[in-house]
């Protein structure tokens, strides 16, 4: 090998020549990824969106309570979606670089393997990274909000009691009916009717509006009237201006609000309070959970290894790599069906938590090992006496 002196400051120069190819790699990478990450995320708002139908359909919400439920189901969607937009955006921008041959001049200038790879690697890391704040942060507050706003859907009187145009059975003998509703709640044309032990009330009035009244929720009925049959054969007839008839004998009590395992903060996953039962009972469910929010963000790094193996861990193909990326995409699928076996076994045994951190680390180093042992043949840049950079012989 040629040995060529150089002059001061050229090892500077090519420094930075190198941090310039580096931010090229990054940004290259990095286009695709975001890209494939929206694509993915748009997919999910759409299927959950269409599944939070029935908030329309049944509940008569609006199309905004709609919107932001959807929305809110997005932090929990972002464990599987980033490291499959991590995976695929790598895919896509490593194969066009390697086919176009400019990771290949990165080889021949002189870049070692690490220098060349660290670009997609900091990618993997920050949207770990950012993966790990979601699940810690973000993802228990959005689905705490979620779920209070479903919790209100479902108890909404004005939604499951009263339909425009329909009559509305509810328990304890309670019919309810009426012609339209406006915009701002205002009941038109209200007909109810309520069937006891001591006979049939029925009430009609021209408007009317579900309110509460010292915490009770009403339906404050104006310019109507009650008439009373009963069993005897009386009928009491009443005329009103305005009448509060009381809701909650006909509320629901069996439905209240309880977080799921998804809605806990990591403290409440990792130390339940043990003096409620359902926790007590579903102790290892919850630190399973909290595991699982901790281990997921190793896969955006396992899988972008696997599309650096796929792609840089080979030699130079001038017909594609497919082969290569079926290969490291079977590799990512069965790794994370493995990972989602394992999080349902941590459910019945604590030590099993452990392999939720070995699956995802243990295929990391396999495909980093076989990223490096494949050698690369490339050229040294040195400097001549004149300050050129010349490839070195051996």
Same mark, same amino acid.
């Given at each position: 090998?040629?040995?060529?002196?150089?002059?001061?400051?050229?090892?500077?120069?090519? &420094?930075?020549?190198?941090? +310039?190819?580096?931010?090229?790699?990054?940004?290259?990478?990095?286009?695709?990824?975001?890209?494939?990450?929206?694509?993915?995320?748009?997919?999910?708002?759409?299927?959950?969106?269409?599944?939070?139908?029935?908030?329309?359909?049944?509940?008569?919400?609006?199309?905004?309570?709609?919107?932001?439920?959807?929305?809110?189901?997005?932090?929990?969607?972002?464990?599987?979606? +980033?490291?499959?937009?991590?995976?695929?955006?790598?895919?896509?921008?490593?194969?066009?670089?390697?086919?176009?041959?400019?990771?290949?001049?990165?080889?021949?200038?002189?870049?070692?393997?690490?220098?060349?790879?660290?670009?997609?690697?900091?990618?993997?890391?920050?949207?770990?990274?950012?993966?790990?704040?979601?699940?810690?942060?973000?993802?228990?507050?959005?689905?705490?909000?979620?779920?209070?706003?479903?919790?209100?859907?479902?108890?909404?009187?004005?939604?499951?009691?009263?339909?425009?145009?329909?009559?509305?059975?509810?328990?304890?003998?309670?019919?309810?009916?009426?012609?339209?509703?406006?915009?701002?709640?205002?009941?038109?044309?209200?007909?109810?009717?309520?069937?006891?032990?001591?006979?049939?009330?029925?009430?009609?009035?021209?408007?009317?509006?579900? &309110?509460?009244?010292?915490?009770?929720?009403?339906?404050?009925?104006?310019?109507?009237?009650?008439?009373?049959?009963?069993?005897?054969?009386?009928?009491?007839?009443?005329?009103?201006?305005?009448?509060?008839?009381?809701?909650?004998?006909?509320?629901?009590?069996?439905?209240?609000?309880?977080?799921?395992?998804?809605?806990?903060? +990591?403290?409440?996953?990792?130390?339940?309070?043990?003096?409620?039962?359902?926790?007590?009972?579903?102790?290892?469910? @919850?630190?399973?959970?909290?595991?699982?929010?901790?281990?997921?963000?190793?896969?955006?790094?396992?899988?972008?290894?696997?599309?650096?193996?796929?792609?840089?861990?080979?030699?130079?193909?001038?017909?594609?790599?497919?082969?290569?990326?079926?290969?490291?995409?079977?590799?990512?699928?069965?790794?994370?069906?493995?990972?989602?076996?394992?999080?349902?076994?941590?459910?019945?045994?604590?030590? @099993?938590?452990?392999?939720?951190?070995?699956?995802?680390?243990?295929?990391?180093?396999?495909?980093?090992?076989?990223?490096?042992?494949?050698?690369?043949?490339?050229?040294?840049?040195?400097?001549?006496?004149?300050?050129?950079?010349?490839?070195?012989?051996?």
């Amino acid at each position: 090998m040629y040995y060529i002196s150089a002059p001061p400051g050229a090892s500077n120069a090519f &420094t930075r020549h190198m941090t +310039l190819i580096e931010r090229y790699l990054f940004r290259q990478i990095l286009g695709p990824i975001l890209a494939a990450v929206a694509a993915l995320a748009a997919v999910a708002l759409l299927s959950q969106g269409l599944r939070g139908l029935d908030l329309i359909v049944e509940r008569g919400q609006s199309a905004w309570i709609l919107i932001k439920v959807t929305a809110l189901a997005l932090p929990q969607l972002m464990t599987m979606i +980033l490291p499959i937009g991590v995976f695929v955006g790598a895919l896509l921008s490593l194969n066009r670089l390697h086919t176009e041959q400019e990771i290949v001049v990165c080889f021949a200038g002189g870049m070692s393997r690490w220098r060349v790879i660290s670009p997609a690697v900091r990618i993997a890391v920050f949207a770990a990274l950012i993966a790990l704040a979601v699940n810690i942060w973000v993802q228990p507050l959005a689905s705490r909000t979620m779920r209070e706003q479903l919790y209100s859907a479902r108890t909404d009187l004005a939604a499951t009691l009263v339909k425009e145009g329909e009559f509305v059975q509810a328990s304890k003998g309670l019919t309810v009916y009426t012609q339209s509703i406006d915009q701002n709640g205002l009941l038109k044309n209200l007909f109810i009717s309520v069937a006891g032990e001591d006979g049939q009330t029925v009430y009609t009035a021209q408007e009317g509006r579900i &309110t509460k009244n010292e915490g009770k929720p009403v339906l404050l009925m104006r310019y109507g009237s009650s008439q009373e049959f009963a069993k005897n054969g009386v009928l009491n007839f009443l005329s009103f201006d305005e009448y509060a008839f009381d809701l909650s004998p006909y509320m629901k009590n069996d439905v209240y609000l309880r977080y799921k395992t998804s809605d806990r903060w +990591l403290h409440e996953l990792f130390f339940p309070n043990l003096q409620d039962q359902w926790e007590q009972r579903d102790q290892l469910k @919850l630190l399973a959970e909290g595991h699982a929010r901790l281990s997921a963000p190793l896969y955006n790094i396992t899988f972008m290894a696997l599309a650096l193996a796929a792609v840089v861990g080979g030699g130079f193909s001038r017909v594609g790599y497919g082969r290569r990326i079926a290969g490291a995409a079977g590799i990512a699928a069965v790794t994370r069906i493995v990972g989602f076996g394992i999080l349902a076994a941590c459910e019945d045994s604590a030590w @099993l938590n452990i392999l939720q951190y070995l699956v995802p680390a243990v295929t990391a180093w396999f495909a980093f090992r076989a990223l490096f042992r494949q050698r690369v043949n490339r050229y040294v840049p040195v400097a001549s006496d004149q300050g050129a950079l010349m490839p070195s012989a051996s």
